[in-house]
Structures are given as C-alpha cells and as structure tokens.
C-alpha cells in the first residue's frame, strides 16, 4: 500500500515538474506560436492549452484531492500527450518528438494505474 503511494506521489511530482515547464514555453509568444502555427492549431489553442495544465498540475500534488478525481487529471494528460504525439507524427514524422511524447506517457501510465490499487 505504502509502496503505491509513493509511486503515485513520485510520478505526479515527474508529471507536475513536465508540465511546470511546458507551460511556460507555450507562453512564449516567439516559440510557441511558431509551433502551433506549423501544427496548423489557432492561437487561442496554445493559452486554453496553458491554462487547463496549470489547473491539472495543481489537482496532481495538492493532498487534500481525492485519487478518483487525479484519475481523471491522468486520464485528461494521457489524451493531451497522445494528441501530440498524432500531432508531431502527422507534421514531422516519426521522429524525437514522438518518441519524447511516448515517454511522457509511459511516466503518466505509472501513477494512473496505482491510483487503482487504493
């Protein structure tokens, strides 16, 4: 039981600290406008993008949450990271930025599937 606490804590602390930097860059007018000009996603994408994952990484470390509602947090960034790796293999390839998406959500599955045990 411990054990899976602390899973869960060290992959939504992974998860917090992804999305802690992600978020900042899209508010980079310069580079983040750059590449969602060339996924072909408007502007406004980008901001309602920032915002709704700062409100999920707060619901991610903050204690007094419920693991079924962070289940729904995991469940919303593993459809956010599966959108980009589509978006970056459809416009690039299968290259790094697909294969850096798959790994963030290799990191995301791991607290997810231990919020089911308690």
């Given at each position: 039981m411990k054990n899976f606490k602390t899973m869960i804590w060290v992959g939504s602390w992974l998860l917090?600290?992804?999305n802690s930097i992600m978020?900042?860059?899209?508010f980079n007018p310069d580079l983040s406008k750059r590449d969602i000009r060339r996924m072909d996603y408007p502007d406004y994408f980008r901001i309602e993008l920032s915002v709704f994952k700062m409100l999920g990484r707060l619901?991610?470390?903050l204690p007094f949450i419920k693991p079924k509602y962070k289940k729904c947090v995991y469940v919303?960034?593993?459809i956010i990271v599966i959108s980009a790796?589509?978006?970056?293999?459809?416009v690039d390839g299968l290259g790094r930025e697909v294969a850096i998406t798959l790994i963030i959500l290799a990191v995301l599955l791991t607290p997810?599937?231990?919020c089911n045990k308690y």
């Open positions: 917090f600290a992804f978020p900042s860059s899209h619901l991610l470390i919303a960034f593993g790796a589509i978006a970056h293999w459809s997810y599937f231990g």
